[in-house]
């Protein structure tokens, strides 16, 4: 119920338009990637996914910003189901200790029903271009071959909510969800990350 | 005065029914004949727009009936959404967050309150003035001299298309006409009736007899035809429904005359700020999303100067 209360408030603020353009709202499993400008991103993806949908699915989320105060606390692990990944643990070396970690955490948390929505670009950014990927989507999709990855452009959010605040402007926006793609045989991860890059940055300007 | 007791609301409310039904009807009707396939885009628009006449007459109903802050509630609602659109649209960056917050939940709610209680000498300033210089001081404050004078002007329009202007429809309800008292809500009902009733009259002449356009690279579906026959009709359907309104036969067309031709005004205004905005944008970000700006444009135009003419000619 706090759930269903929660998707309410979040589209009733975003008041997004939902596109989508490559692919169908399935129970496939699936790792929705999106581009990340706004404390919003991921209630909003979230909150436009059908009810059903929305139980299976699980964002992945820092552990120093979702574990500070019972609220937070309690959201994560009872409302969200999040899977919580030690910030340190996404860092620019991917072979590290913490790094592998995190990526084990994500293939185990997907079970065998799961699907995951994952900012690849790690950190919010301003809200132009995406950043560089962070490897971990990679080593993600290495561990569980054939694997959907969604992409899904969120549009107007960083001026609904911009980084620094705590008010939403209720402007209106747009989330739209790409064709899928998956990583394929031998190919290699700079190739890989970029490719999943630009299919976020293609649906900018698709119709 | 409410629904229940005044008998010109029971009729103009019974007529507008009345028409919509019979509206209903043909549309269905040609819908049927043609096959619902192979429907023109016109007959589907037709229809589509009478569907929200329906809902639209309905809202109006429930907040008439409940009195005037069911009116006032019901604009400032409109207002809200119709800023959300426009804001939307418009050129703002995050340097404007803290301007844009006092706009959506300081200002809109404020004019709507000084509207409720008819303060006049404050409702009518409040946003040309105040505000107005307010919201220059703040985004000045954000110290981000981007693009300023475009981001504090559409910040400003905003409020005053959406906001200001459109609270004077509300704003009716307060007025007092020479030997009348407060005229209740016969008054913005003739207003809604008129200026909905121009659009659609407009459309429809448009649609049967419109060669010439008037503003092609503004509005390429106004024509001269279209304008001239729509807004004749109007004119005469104000002066139909004189008898629930304080004005004459001839005064209440005069009304309906002015009515229409501020109301087309504020079509073609609202069509140019979309062609700049880039249509694109407008159409899919809004689409399906009600596009109250779209229902109102005429609106926000024909409010403020019915109230004023009327207050000017009538007020007592």
Not at chain 1, 38 to 52: E, G, K
Not at chain 1, 83 to 108: C, K, N, Y
Not at chain 1, 113 to 140: K, T, V, W
Not at chain 2, 257 to 270: E, K, P, S
Request: proline content about 5%.
């Amino acid at each position: 119920m706090i759930a269903g209360a929660l998707a309410a408030v979040a589209q009733l603020v975003a008041g997004s338009t939902v596109r989508w353009l490559g692919c169908a709202p399935t129970e496939d499993q699936r790792v929705y990637i999106a581009n990340h400008s706004s404390h919003l991103d991921f209630i909003v993806l979230w909150s436009y996914l059908p009810a059903r949908l929305r139980r299976l699915t699980r964002p992945v989320a820092a552990r120093d910003y979702w574990e500070r105060g019972a609220v937070r606390r309690y959201l994560a692990a009872k409302v969200f189901n999040a899977v919580l990944i030690d910030r340190a643990a996404a860092p620019s070396t991917p072979a590290g200790q913490l790094g592998l970690q995190a990526v084990d955490q994500m293939v185990q948390s997907l079970a065998d029903r799961h699907s995951l929505i994952l900012f690849p670009e790690g950190a919010r950014g301003p809200g132009e271009d995406l950043a560089p990927f962070r490897s971990g989507l990679y080593h993600l999709c290495a561990r569980r071959p054939g694997l959907e990855v969604v992409p899904v452009y969120l549009e107007n959010l960083n001026r609904i909510l911009p980084k620094g605040h705590l008010l939403p402007v209720p402007m209106l926006s747009r989330i739209t969800f790409g064709t899928p793609l998956r990583l394929q045989d031998a190919e290699a991860k700079d190739a890989f990350l970029e490719r999943a890059r630009q299919a976020i940055q293609a649906l900018k300007e698709a119709v | 005065m409410n629904l229940l007791h005044d008998i010109a609301l029971q009729r103009l409310f019974g007529g507008l029914i009345v028409l919509l039904i019979v509206a209903t009807i043909v549309g269905r009707l040609i819908e049927r004949r043609t096959g619902a396939e192979r429907a023109s885009a016109t007959v589907q628009n037709l229809n589509a727009r009478i569907n929200a006449w329906w809902v639209m007459s309905v809202v109006f109903a429930i907040a008439v009936l409940v009195g005037p802050i069911g009116s006032v509630v019901l604009f400032a609602l409109l207002s809200f959404l119709a800023l959300r659109e426009f804001v939307t649209l418009v050129p703002t960056r995050p340097s404007d967050h803290r301007a844009l917050l006092w706009s959506f939940f300081l200002i809109t709610p404020l004019q709507y309150v000084l509207v409720a209680l008819h303060w006049y000498g404050l409702f009518t300033i409040l946003i040309p003035v105040y505000a107005f210089l307010f919201l220059a001081l703040r985004v000045a404050l954000s110290g981000d001299t981007t693009h300023f004078l475009e981001r504090v002007s559409a910040i400003q329009w905003a409020l005053m298309i959406c906001v200001y202007s459109l609270s004077y429809a509300p704003a009716l309800l307060g007025l007092s006409i020479r030997g009348h008292g407060t005229a209740g809500p016969t008054l913005l009902l003739f207003l809604v009736i008129v200026v909905q009733g121009s659009d659609v009259l407009q459309y429809i002449f448009g649609k049967l007899f419109g060669r010439r356009k008037i503003a092609p690279l503004v509005s390429p579906s106004k024509t001269v035809e279209g304008f001239l026959g729509g807004v004749a009709a109007a004119t005469l359907l104000g002066a139909l429904i004189w008898w629930a309104t304080p004005f004459s036969v001839w005064q209440a067309g005069l009304q309906a005359l002015i009515i229409a031709l501020t109301g087309f005004g504020g079509g073609l205004v609202m069509s140019a700020v979309k062609r700049d905005r880039g249509i694109k944008d407008f159409g899919t970000i809004i689409a399906g999303h009600g596009g109250i700006l779209d229902r109102v444009d005429s609106l926000t135009f024909a409010a403020p100067i019915f109230f004023h003419v009327t207050r000017f000619f009538f007020g007592g």
